[in-house]
Nanobody, 115 residues
Framework: QVQLVESGGGLVQPGGSLRLSCAAS????????MGWYRQAPGKQRELVAE???????NYVDSVKGRFTISRDNAKNTVYLQVNNLKSEDTAVYYCNTNRQGVRYWGQGTQVTVGS
């Protein structure tokens, strides 16, 4: 059974930082491509960043230079360091992976940027 559990969200002021974590189980983590998505109210869910088992990364243009995705294979955990947060980054952030053609999602963690 695949499980993805996110943590690390919260309320932060503009310009602030957070580190989101996603602990995975039920997959061969070291070879899995892991992704972070986000969904703002009234908008479609969008890919924010992803990292392959080999460590190659990909980011949506709006977060390049501010967000960093990384992974710790010993802990079966993927991270998203989010810096210089803007109001438009407010969303629920979801962890995602794919096993045998099936997509799996975590429950999400809320990130709210405001004063």
């Amino acid at each position: 059974q695949v499980q993805l559990v996110e943590s690390g969200g919260g309320l932060v002021q503009p310009g602030g930082s957070l580190r989101l974590s996603c602990a995975a189980s039920g997959i061969i983590f070291r070879i899995a491509t892991m992704g972070w998505y986000r969904q703002a109210p009234g908008k479609q869910r969008e890919l924010v960043a992803e990292i392959t088992g080999a460590g190659a990364t990909n980011y949506v243009d709006s977060v390049k230079g501010r967000f960093t995705i990384s992974r710790d294979n010993a802990k079966n955990t993927v991270y998203l360091q989010v810096n210089n947060l803007k109001s438009e980054d407010t969303a629920v952030y979801y962890c995602n992976t794919n096993r045998q053609g099936v997509r799996y999602w975590g429950q999400g963690t809320q990130v709210t940027v405001g004063s």
